[in-house]
């Protein structure tokens, strides 16, 4: 049996940082850390420990004593229960401050790198309606709030269309209107519930894997196109398609309107059959004149306009004068490497997921890019001394590797391989560091630059351009 964790108060508390994933730090009164999930630095709280390790606590804030400067009125109602923007009630000068310093932190602790004159972070113009993917899930069991539970009301509507409650992977909690996503999401949502209350659809239960509606995912782009997916696991043709008509006819501006009948354990879609039952399969981003096909299951940046900005550092750090070889380590679909192709020689992609390369093909001939090509494989084994002997020695590397960072294997073939320049693209400044410094020896970080492309969030996207030590 295992053992409860007794909960202790400190109180009088001062949070003096934030730290990572979206929690601020005070400090116990024996000098151990406390890891808070509701406070801001500047707060003076009591807490209420809910974990204690060796080292640290984790705790929440149960009273306020002074409340922090930094702090700011959260736009959302959801705010506190969500958990998808935990920093809502932080100022955004504020949050920017925080996230440049766990750059800093991590590449200077973490990494032991010398870093050159620090360029301020690139704030994002847009700090809420800025994501271009959503993605909600149906629920018959909904998430009850706190005066629900101690109401002696029955609660009859049960039906939930929103987000998981953070750490419970089957409690969903109705959202009334989401402050990430332009509209016309929100009315998509709303009218999608709506429509499916009234026909009496059954929502997902995922405890006993019962109902007709799963997930519902909604796509927009800077052309103004939208895509909506919507998820079943009973398919019951009859009532798919009286609201798939519904919506096609309530909202005409839908480009793809798209559904996939999945029951597999899991809402994962990317092996499953989609089907288009109005409109495309598909619709277009833009970028500099360059058009890029997003389907279902391609991978873009969440937020558009500030992936411009991104892309634009990473090829302003690449330098190029138009007879590099480059080669775009974890390419995605493709966008940074066609995105720098008109200034390069040629540009030579790599991805592990075949359908992304698909689509990065197609992409460069509906752009008619002819200095790319690209290649799908695990890239720990395609990227070895074959490969380059194929397709040449690059002047300059691109990587732009998941959250995990790059395996030791390619950080290896990049040291053998030895480019005047490397771009080091992050979503995750502490793998970033565990890399570079594996690289410091040949290496010398001569830029960087932090891009928020999630405001209200602690993420934070970081570029770094490497040149070889004289």
């Avoid at 935990?86 to 996230?99: A, D, V």
């Avoid at 018959?140 to 609660?155: H, P, Y």
């Amino acid at each position: 049996m295992r053992r409860k964790t007794k909960r202790v108060v400190f109180e009088n508390v001062e949070v003096v940082d934030a730290g990572a994933k979206g929690k601020t730090i005070g400090k116990a009164p024996d000098g151990r850390v406390i890891f808070l999930n509701n406070a801001v630095p500047g707060d003076v709280v009591d807490v209420q420990t809910t974990k204690k390790r060796k080292a640290y606590f984790e705790g929440t804030a149960i009273n306020y004593h002074t409340l922090s400067d930094k702090r700011t009125e959260p736009q959302c109602e959801h705010f506190g229960v969500c958990g998808g923007c935990k920093w809502q009630h932080m100022g955004y000068e504020h949050q920017l401050f925080y996230k440049q310093k766990e750059v800093e932190n991590n590449l200077t602790r973490i990494g032991h790198l010398q870093l050159p004159a620090i360029t301020p972070i690139l704030g994002s113009e847009k700090q809420y309606f800025y994501r271009n993917k959503m993605e909600f899930s149906f629920s018959d069991s909904r998430w009850l709030t706190l005066d629900e539970v101690k109401s002696d009301k029955e609660i009859e509507d049960r039906n939930a269309l929103g987000f998981h409650i953070p750490g419970m992977w089957d409690k969903i909690l109705d959202i009334k209107k989401c402050h990430l996503q332009a509209d016309p999401s929100n009315a998509i949502r709303l009218e999608t519930k709506e429509f499916a209350t009234k026909n009496n659809m059954t929502f997902f239960n995922p405890r006993h894997h019962t109902g007709e509606l799963r997930t519902l995912m909604i796509r927009t782009s800077s052309t103004g196109e939208i895509m909506v997916l919507i998820q079943f696991f009973d398919d019951h043709k009859e009532n798919r398609e009286a609201l798939l008509n519904h919506l096609a006819t309530t909202f005409p501006e839908i480009t793809a309107l798209l559904y996939v009948i999945n029951q597999k354990q899991n809402d994962t879609i990317y092996d499953q059959d989609i089907v288009c039952f109005a409109g495309r399969d598909h619709i277009f981003e833009e970028m500099e004149g360059l058009q890029f096909k997003i389907n279902p299951k391609s991978f873009y940046q969440t937020n558009s306009e500030q992936a411009y900005e991104l892309y634009k550092i990473t090829r302003d750090f690449a330098e190029l004068s138009g007879d590099e070889l480059v080669y775009d380590l974890y390419t995605g679909t493709g966008t940074i490497a066609q995105f720098v192709s008109k200034k390069a020689k040629k540009v030579v992609g790599i991805e592990a997921v075949p359908e992304a390369i698909e689509d990065a093909k197609a992409n460069a001939k509906h752009n008619k890019i002819d200095n790319t090509v690209f290649y799908a494989g695990d890239m720990k084994k395609i990227f070895n001394t074959e490969f380059i002997a194929q397709n040449g020695t690059p002047d300059v590397i691109i990587t732009d590797p998941p959250r995990e960072g790059m395996h030791k294997d390619v950080v290896e073939q990049i040291l053998a391989i030895a480019p005047n320049k490397v771009v080091y693209v992050s979503c995750n400044s502490a793998t970033q560091a565990r890399d570079l410094e594996l690289m410091n020896d040949m290496y010398e970080i001569t830029r960087l630059q932090a891009v928020d492309m999630f405001p209200q969030t602690h993420h934070v996207e970081n570029v770094v351009l490497l040149k070889k030590r004289a």
